[in-house]
């Protein structure tokens, strides 16, 4: 079965850039997708097909997929960043929906 | 603004079936096509695809889980639901409802803020 491998910890201070990966076998040819989770919150897409923004994620917010890692990348890190995130694909191969095991962001 | 909103009970006995529902609101589950999904996330685990069910009642099952699966819709009352027999501990998780348009390759774009169901007696 095809796997999503996550750091499962970045730490960053606030107003620097962290970035996110997710790396799978060829993953540049999938659609990767992002979600952020908060404690008791619904999770939110942040990120869909590699690089596209849902209506309300800002523009500090950005992604690239290429070869075989998958990069979420938020620009000028605020405290409210503070989140899991979570990459997800879909497997051809095995007509499952694939996610990596999270990514916990830290602000410090 | 769709919003999906689980319910049911946060406790369920070894063996026994979990039941949960997924109310949702600001939109019909039965006027656009639609898979309404389970996910589910163990504690300090990833996420895991249960399960959807599409606006036409059509139902697909993660393989793993499939044996003990059971997803149904009740569109009078706009509500989708799981069931899951014979639990064990490995079942405890935080359980996520969630929409996806009827395309495999698309994202879960609207989501429940999960519930939390521990198997234990």
């Known amino acids: 079965s095809y796997v999503l491998t996550q750091p499962p910890s970045v730490s960053v201070a606030p107003g620097q850039t962290a970035r996110i990966t997710c790396g799978g076998n060829n993953i540049g040819d999938k659609s990767v997708h992002w979600y952020q989770l908060k404690p008791g919150q619904a999770p939110v897409l942040v990120m869909y097909d590699n690089v596209d923004r849902p209506s309300g994620i800002p523009e500090r917010v950005s992604g690239s997929n290429s070869g075989s890692t998958a990069t979420l990348i938020i620009s000028r890190v605020e405290v409210g960043d503070e989140a899991e995130y979570h990459c997800q694909v879909w497997d051809t191969e095995s007509d499952q929906r694939v996610f990596g095991g999270g990514t916990k962001l830290s602000v410090l | 603004q769709l919003q999906l909103q689980e319910s049911g009970p946060g406790l369920v006995k070894p063996s026994q079936t979990l039941s949960l529902t997924c109310t949702v609101s600001?939109?019909?589950?039965?006027?656009?096509?639609?898979?309404w999904t389970w996910i589910r996330q163990p504690a300090g685990k990833g996420l895991e695809w249960i399960g959807r069910i599409h606006t036409s009642g059509s139902t697909n099952y993660n393989a793993s889980l499939a044996s003990r699966l059971t997803i149904s819709m009740d569109k009078s009352k706009n509500q989708f639901s799981l069931q899951l027999s014979s639990v064990t501990a490995a079942d405890t998780a935080v359980y996520f409802c969630?929409?996806?348009?009827?395309?495999?390759?698309?994202?879960?774009?609207?989501w429940g803020q999960g519930t939390l169901v521990t198997v234990s007696s």
């Open positions: 600001g939109g019909s589950i039965s006027v656009s096509s639609y898979f």
């Open positions: 969630a929409r996806q348009r009827p395309v495999v390759t698309r994202p879960f774009d609207y």
